[in-house]
C-alpha cells in the first residue's frame, strides 16, 4: 500500500449523518484521488486534487466533498446528500507528468445503515 | 465513465497454466496501465504501457498493446495460488491527467 494511509479502515454510521475519511499521504506526491468501489465493479472517480488548495470533480461528485489544504492530506467527507453511501472508498497519488502511475491506500469500508 | 472493458469477468486456472486477460478501450490513449487488486484491498500498479510501445515486460508479466483495435492483453505466465485477484486495466487519455478504469476481471488460481 506504499506511504498512503486511510483510516479508519471499516467505518459504521447512521444514514443522515455526515462522514468524514482520512486520506495521508508521505511520498511528496502533488496529485490526490477519491474512488468509490461497489462490489464486483471497477472504481469510479468522485474528486481529485493535482495541487494544494485546488481539487476537481470526477464522474461522481454528488453528496461528496473534499479539502486540499496540505500537500499531504486529502480527505473525504460523505455527506446526507449522497442516496447510496455504503461502498469501498479508495485514495491513492500520483507523481505529475509520470503518466500518471498511482499509489492506493488500503481503503475504507464504509457501512450506512 | 469507464473506458476500458476487461474480458474475460472471471477465470478460474490451474497452478502452472497461463492467465490471459484482455482489456478494451474507447479513445485514443497516452498509456495504458494494469492494476492487481487483492480482496478487500488497494490496488497496486503491474505495468505501464505507452501508446507508441507495443509489448513490455515485467517478471512473469507480458503486456501487449494494440492501438489500431483499441486493445491490450495482460499475460500472466506459470501462475501461481498467490495471482488470485482482480486485475484492472486503466487508460489515460489526451489532456486528462486522471485514470479512467475498466470493471476488472477476477482470477483464481486453483492450487
Known amino acids: 500500500d506504499g506511504g498512503i494511509t486511510q483510516s479508519p479502515k471499516y467505518l459504521f454510521r447512521k444514514e443522515g449523518q455526515n462522514v468524514t475519511l482520512s486520506c495521508e499521504q508521505n511520498?511528496?506526491?502533488?496529485?490526490m484521488y477519491w474512488y468509490r468501489q461497489d462490489p464486483g465493479q471497477g472504481l469510479r472517480l468522485i474528486y481529485y486534487?493535482?495541487?494544494?488548495?485546488?481539487?476537481q470533480k470526477g464522474d461522481i461528485a454528488e453528496g461528496y466533498s473534499v479539502s486540499r489544504e496540505k500537500k499531504e492530506s486529502f480527505p473525504l467527507t460523505v455527506t446526507s446528500a449522497q442516496k447510496n453511501p455504503t461502498a469501498f472508498y479508495l485514495c491513492?497519488?500520483?507523481?505529475?507528468?509520470?503518466?500518471?502511475?498511482?499509489?492506493f491506500g488500503p481503503g475504507t469500508r464504509l457501512t450506512v445503515t | 465513465s469507464q473506458q476500458g472493458e476487461e474480458d474475460p469477468q472471471a477465470l478460474s486456472i490451474q497452478e502452472g497454466e497461463n492467465a490471459t486477460m484482455n482489456c478494451s478501450y474507447k479513445?485514443?490513449?497516452?498509456?495504458l496501465q494494469w492494476y492487481r487488486q487483492n480482496s478487500g484491498r488497494g490496488l497496486v500498479h503491474l505495468i505501464l504501457?505507452?501508446?507508441?510501445?507495443r509489448e513490455k515486460h515485467s517478471g512473469r508479466l507480458r503486456v501487449t498493446l494494440d492501438t489500431s483495435k483499441k486493445s491490450s492483453s495482460l499475460l500472466i505466465t506459470a501462475s501461481r495460488a498467490a495471482d488470485t485477484a482482480s486485475y484492472f486495466c486503466?487508460?489515460?487519455?489526451?489532456?486528462?491527467?486522471?485514470?479512467?478504469f475498466g470493471s476488472g476481471t477476477q482470477l483464481t488460481v486453483l492450487p
Open positions: 491513492a497519488s500520483s507523481i505529475e507528468g509520470q503518466g500518471y502511475e498511482q499509489y
Open positions: 511520498l511528496n506526491h502533488d496529485a
Open positions: 486534487s493535482q495541487i494544494v488548495n485546488d481539487f
Open positions: 479513445t485514443s490513449i497516452n498509456n
Open positions: 504501457i505507452r501508446s507508441n510501445e
Open positions: 486503466a487508460t489515460v487519455s489526451g489532456s486528462a491527467r486522471q485514470l479512467t
